[in-house]
């Protein structure tokens, strides 16, 4: 059974950092692209972030570009969504995206 789990959100400033976590298992996804989506209430959600399966390119929405850094770990098929100086725009649910497979979403939200 595929499972994608999403962690590490929470409450943060702006200005403050937060790492998401992205675990996938059930098939063997190093040989995949990952992304990182999001959507914020009463929107719809957008393309934040992807990394292709060998690490050699990455792609970020403008928003995000030179704040957000993704990152995977293919021995265990996880991604990382290293978030610097956050904005209250950033608020949002963060989805973990590979092939057809989305998990629950992590909440971040801005605490200032």
């Known amino acids: 059974q595929v499972q994608v789990v999403e962690s590490g959100g929470g409450l943060v400033p702006a200005g403050g950092s937060l790492r998401l976590s992205c675990s996938a298992s059930g098939r063997a996804f190093s040989m995949y692209n990952m992304a990182w989506y999001r959507q914020a209430p009463g929107k719809q959600r957008e393309f934040v972030a992807t990394?292709?399966?060998?690490?050699?390119?990455?792609l970020y929405a403008d928003s995000v570009k030179g704040r957000f850094t993704i990152s995977r770990d293919n021995a265990t098929d996880t991604v990382y969504l290293q978030m610097n100086n956050l904005k209250p725009e950033d608020t949002a649910i963060y989805y973990c995206n590979v092939q057809l497979y989305w998990g629950q979403g992590t909440q971040v939200t801005d605490s200032s």
């Open positions: 990394i292709t399966w060998n690490k050699r390119q990455t």
